[in-house]
């Protein structure tokens, strides 16, 4: 049997929690508001002690970390073994974590192990009945899934970064930790990352980022995304791309946006030269503004933008970022 209580999987890396981190634990609070639940943090990995205060503000009840040098990397046996041993320590009703690149790799395994219902990239979650309901986004994002658990299962549900609200509550007291003890991992992590290098660590991440600047073909090649970086840079944002210039080798990977990239949700999106094919829709139409710089006015960009600027981005772009640095001074 089940208790009345949410567990909540914070996400960190390198040492730093994720803001994805955050907005599941903040989900999780609202939603053990209504549920009269308590609400458990998981948090995993070597010298984790000092995030602790980090997630005073979240409003948690208790605090578990699990410390041990074995999770210094994440690694899906690891992670889910210690997260399957602590759910079934706890028996909480339900489990969040965020759908980003690690969560989408643990949520399965942790769901089949622990036997539970798993709800991916959710958009919205309510509570019906003590139960709860869960909107997540199908087809691309051509329609949305409406979720219900049945029966007793555990309540599993990943949360789609940038989509719930982070809150930090000022003055909030410090949640009780409490140790989580790792044992018996020994054999059990077959697959070790030994070392992490490199990996572009000065650009930001397109799924943690406020407001993105997304190029397209239309900037016609590689170079010319230094037009789009000047933007990117006055507005503070990260840069992403379509797999088109993506395929092309203009800019790395970790920049794409859509079905087979990155789903991302940022305040503002800004999409340069980019035609808004379905599977570039399908990463970014949860976006809270939609900007188009196209010339052609027929895109079908313009059917998901809030604004549209219909033109030559060779002559759009120097004009916004000088506008930009302009307002800003
Ligand atoms: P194009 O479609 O060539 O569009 C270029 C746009 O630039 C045009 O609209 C044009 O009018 C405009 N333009 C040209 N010159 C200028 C100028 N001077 N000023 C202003 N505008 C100009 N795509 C993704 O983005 N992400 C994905 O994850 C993804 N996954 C896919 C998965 C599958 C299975 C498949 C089949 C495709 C996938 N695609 C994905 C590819 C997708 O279908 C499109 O081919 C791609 O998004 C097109 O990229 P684009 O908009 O940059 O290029």
Redesign the pocket.
Request: hydrophobic share 40%.
């Given at each position: 049997m089940a208790n009345n209580s949410i567990l909540v999987f914070a996400e960190q890396r390198d040492g730093k929690l994720k803001k994805a981190a955050f907005e599941a634990v903040s989900e999780g609070r609202r939603l053990a508001d209504q549920l009269g639940a308590e609400l458990h943090v998981a948090l995993l990995g070597n010298g984790v002690d000092t995030l602790t205060g980090e997630l005073a503000g979240v409003g948690a009840d208790q605090l578990h970390t699990a410390d041990h040098p074995d999770l210094q990397f994440y690694s899906a046996e690891g992670y889910s073994l210690v997260l399957a041993r602590m759910i079934d320590q706890l028996s909480p009703s339900v489990f969040l974590l965020p759908a980003t690149a690690m969560g989408k790799d643990l949520a399965p395994r942790v769901a089949a192990v622990c036997n539970a219902g798993l709800a991916t990239d959710c958009i919205d979650l309510t509570v019906e009945d003590g139960r709860l309901i869960a909107k997540r986004p199908m087809y691309a994002g051509k329609a949305i899934a409406t979720v219900r658990w049945a029966g007793e299962t555990l309540q599993m549900a990943s949360l789609r970064p940038n989509v719930f609200p982070a809150e930090i509550r000022d003055g909030a007291a410090p949640p009780a930790t409490v140790p989580f003890a790792v044992e018996g991992l020994e054999g059990k992590i077959r697959a070790r990352v030994k070392e992490v290098t490199g990996g572009g660590g000065e650009t930001k991440d397109v799924t943690e980022a406020d407001v993105i600047v997304a190029?397209?073909?239309?900037?016609?090649e590689a170079a010319n995304f230094s037009l789009l970086e000047a933007l990117a840079e006055k507005l503070d944002a990260a840069v992403g791309?379509?797999?088109?210039?993506?395929d092309s080798g203009w800019v790395d990977h970790q920049a794409?946006?859509?079905?087979?990239?990155k789903t991302v949700s940022p305040q503002l999106y800004i999409a340069?030269?980019?035609?808004?094919?379905?599977?570039?829709l399908?990463?970014m139409s949860s976006s809270k503004c939609i900007v188009a710089?196209?010339?052609?006015s027929e895109?079908?960009?313009f059917k998901v933008a809030d604004y549209g600027i219909v033109?030559?981005?060779?002559?759009?772009l120097p004009v916004l970022t000088e506008e930009v640095a302009r307002l800003k001074e």
């Open positions: 190029g397209g073909r239309g900037l016609k791309a379509s797999r088109a210039v993506v794409q946006v859509g079905q087979t990239g340069v030269g980019i035609s808004g094919a379905i599977q570039h399908a990463g710089i196209n010339k052609d895109a079908p960009i033109g030559d981005l060779f002559e759009v």
